[in-house]
């Protein structure tokens, strides 16, 4: 058998695996209602865990992984805007808005003032 195929074939099983934790964690939470509330949540908590941990050894949790790693290096390279920038930019924003806001007072009223005068 090819590498790739039983790659494949056990990556299937594993999506398999995760979907029914997750499912027995979903029905088990449902069913287990007497049980106290934080057990329950622990018992959730724990099997969507295990069932992340398990996607997270398939080819495509590998990529997912990656990606997460990658993205959290990008984040550390974001150059973030300072207090009076965010400050500045939102006036600008809010002053925008008032404006508009104003225009469109005056078209509505011109308007509304027109179609009393042509309707009576």
């Known amino acids: 058998m090819a590498k790739g195929k039983a790659s494949n074939i056990a990556d299937k099983i594993k999506w398999l695996l995760s979907i029914s934790i997750f499912s027995a964690a979903i029905v088990g939470n449902g069913y287990y209602t007497e049980v106290a509330f934080i057990y ?22 590998k990529g997912a992984v990656s990606l997460m790693r990658e993205s959290r290096t990008e984040m550390r390279r974001v150059v973030w805007p300072t207090r009076m920038e965010t400050t500045q930019t939102f006036m600008v924003v809010f002053g925008s808005i008032v404006v508009l806001c104003l225009f469109f007072w005056a078209l ?7 179609t009393k005068l042509i309707l009576g």
């Open 108 to 114: 509505e009223s011109l308007l509304s003032w027109l």
């Open 40 to 61: 329950r949540v622990l018992a959730v908590v724990a099997l969507f865990i295990l069932a992340t941990i398990i996607l997270a050894t398939t080819v495509f949790g």
